[in-house]
């Protein structure tokens, strides 16, 4: 291990590698137990959910490295599923067909604390970029939005 790793923690409440930490923690809305699962450097959890209880009904199952394994692969699934997700809404596309050939018209979207921005992108079959204009980042694409841009011979739509 480097300095800027920690050590593998294998503990029946804490167990970790270098890049996941699963904790045991009380379930504050019943008698229950949960475990959140953390990506190194994330102050929140990627993943909450139930843990079962120990044999005495009263504290956790401890975890182990079958459990661990387990719960990283479910939070990187959502981490993942989370990332399309946001990718699904900041980048959305719409295909026509004009004049026999086809034309993709695609809105992306960057966000950015300070203001997002967005830029509007016409590409024909082969991938040649047609046109490229900034729009809002509320721009709404749609197919009707689309035609009438391409329509317009590419003109930058009104705010």
């Known amino acids: 291990m480097t300095q800027d790793t920690q050590d593998p923690i294998h503990e029946d409440r804490v167990w970790s590698d270098e890049r996941w930490t699963a904790r045991v923690i009380k379930n ?4 229950g137990w949960a475990v959140a699962m953390y990506l190194d450097g994330e102050p929140e959890p990627a993943l909450v959910g139930p ?10 199952k401890p975890l182990d490295v079958n459990a661990f394994n387990t719960l990283v692969k479910t939070a990187s699934e959502v981490i993942r599923r989370t990332e399309q997700q946001r990718h699904a809404e900041l980048n959305k596309s719409v295909n026509l067909v004009v004049d026999d050939r086809r034309v993709r018209v695609a809105l992306a979207i960057v966000p950015d604390e300070e203001g997002a921005t967005a830029t509007l992108r016409a590409t024909d079959e082969y991938g040649e970029e047609l046109a490229r204009v900034p ?13 009438a841009w391409v329509a317009s011979g590419f003109e930058r739509p009104a705010r």
């Open 28 to 31: 504050e809305d019943d008698d």
């Open 51 to 60: 843990w079962t209880m120990g044999r005495d009904k009263k504290n956790p």
């Open 135 to 147: 729009v809002p980042p509320t721009f709404k694409l749609n197919t009707a939005s689309a035609e």
